[in-house]
Nanobody
Framework: QVQLQESGPGLVKPSQTLSLTCTVS??????????WSWIRQPPGKELEWVGLIYYDGNAYYSPSLKSRTSISRDTSKNQFSLHLSSVTPEDTAVYYC?????????WGQGTQVTVSS
């Protein structure tokens, strides 16, 4: 049973960097052909794919966010992280980490992140 858990601060100030970590249990982030994604949902809006890191360490990002997005991993801790720089209130959302194979099959519970001064 794969489980994912997001962690990080729930409040970030404008212009700062939003950093979240996903801890994975019950499966390895290096398992062949698996991808590990960040998805967010702003209030009243649809789900938005932010990016993913593949099992081989290659990362891919939404074109609208790639200039300020970085996804990294720590294989020794079975964790992957999201770093979103220069945030604005429009980045306020529930952020999910998700396993991506041929579909999004396992989801974290989500964590609310608010960008506000």
């Amino acid at each position: 049973q794969v489980q994912l858990q997001e962690s990080g601060p729930g409040l970030v100030k404008p212009s700062q960097t939003l950093s979240l970590t996903c801890t994975v249990s019950g499966g390895s982030i290096t398992t062949e052909y698996t991808g590990w994604s960040w998805i967010r949902q702003p209030p009243g809006k649809e789900l938005e794919w932010v990016g993913l890191i593949y099992y081989d360490g290659n990362a891919y990002y939404s074109p609208s966010l790639k200039s300020r997005t970085s996804i990294s991993r720590d294989t020794s801790k079975n964790q992957f992280s999201l770093h979103l720089s220069s945030v604005t209130p429009e980045d306020t959302a529930v952020y999910y980490c998700v396993r991506s194979v041929h579909a999004y099959d396992y989801w974290g519970q989500g964590t609310q992140v608010t960008v506000s001064s």
